[in-house]
Each structure stands twice: as structure tokens, then as C-alpha cells.
């Protein structure tokens, strides 16, 4: 995109400073030259036209694939936010599957220790 624009600047340079040599009086009038300086001046801004419209082109080519690539970032922004509160609820159903089994081997080896306990006064009081 920096290869028109600047062509496009060189152009309009160059234009601006033909013009202005044209304007610097000139000794004789010379049809032939004046013919093929017109013809040239004529060229140019045709070409100045040209790289114009192709700037105006590239432009709106360069805003729709912006657009494009902001959707699509957007998209991506919303996946990524899913999978993430997917992430942490399968991490809190991974931990709660365990800590439900940790609570409940806990309850089970309170009972044990109750019951073990409750043994050993037994033999206690036996002795």
C-alpha cells in the first residue's frame, strides 16, 4: 500500500513542478513542444487519476479486511472466554468430585476412630 501512495506522491511532485516550470517565461512559443508538453501534462494526470482511484480501492479493501479481522478477533476474544468458564467448571467439579470422596473417607475413619476408641476402653477396663 506504500508503493501507490508514494508513486501517487512523486506524481503529483512531478506535477507540481512542471507546472510551475511552465509558468517561468519562456523566450520563443514553440508549437511542437507546446503540443508534446500538453500531451505529457495530459499522461500525468491521467496516471495521477489513476493511482488515485487505485489508492481509493486499496483503502476500502484495507477497512473491509479490518473489519473482517476485528470480527474475527471478537470471535476469538468470546471462544476464549468460554473454553475459560468451561476450564473452571470442570476444575471445580474435578475438585468437588474429590472432595466429596475426602469427606466422605473422612466421615468413614471418624466412625472408625470412634469405634476403635470405644475398643480400646473396652480392653482398658478389662485389664
Same mark, same amino acid.
Given at each position: 500500500? &506504500? !508503493?501507490?501512495?508514494? *508513486?501517487?506522491?512523486?506524481?503529483?511532485? %512531478? #506535477?507540481? #513542478?512542471?507546472?510551475?516550470? %511552465?509558468? @517561468? /517565461?519562456?523566450?520563443?512559443?514553440?508549437?511542437?513542444? +507546446?503540443?508534446?508538453?500538453? @500531451?505529457?501534462?495530459?499522461? =500525468?494526470?491521467? *496516471?495521477?487519476?489513476? =493511482?488515485? !482511484?487505485?489508492? !481509493?480501492?486499496?483503502?476500502? /479493501?484495507?477497512?473491509?479486511?479490518?473489519?473482517?479481522?476485528?470480527?474475527?478477533?471478537? &470471535?476469538?476474544?468470546?471462544?476464549?472466554?468460554?473454553?475459560?468458564?468451561?476450564?473452571?467448571?470442570?476444575?471445580?467439579?474435578?475438585? *468437588? %468430585?474429590?472432595? +466429596?470422596?475426602?469427606?466422605? +473417607?473422612?466421615?468413614?475413619? !471418624?466412625?472408625?476412630?470412634?469405634?476403635?476408641?470405644? /475398643? =480400646?476402653?473396652e480392653f482398658?477396663?478389662?485389664?
Amino acid at each position: 500500500m &506504500k !508503493r501507490p501512495v508514494r *508513486k501517487a506522491f512523486v506524481l503529483a511532485i %512531478g #506535477v507540481a #513542478v512542471i507546472l510551475i516550470a %511552465g509558468c @517561468a /517565461q519562456q523566450e520563443q512559443s514553440n508549437p511542437k513542444k +507546446d503540443r508534446t508538453i500538453a @500531451a505529457e501534462n495530459m499522461a =500525468l494526470k491521467k *496516471k495521477v487519476e489513476s =493511482l488515485s !482511484r487505485e489508492i !481509493r480501492e486499496l483503502k476500502k /479493501q484495507h477497512e473491509e479486511e479490518m473489519e473482517n479481522k476485528e470480527k474475527e478477533l471478537a &470471535k476469538c476474544i468470546k471462544e476464549k472466554e468460554t473454553l475459560k468458564k468451561k476450564s473452571q467448571q470442570n476444575i471445580r467439579e474435578q475438585v *468437588k %468430585g474429590v472432595l +466429596d470422596a475426602v469427606m466422605e +473417607d473422612n466421615t468413614r475413619l !471418624r466412625e472408625e476412630n470412634e469405634k476403635l476408641e470405644a /475398643q =480400646l476402653e473396652e480392653f482398658k477396663s478389662k485389664l
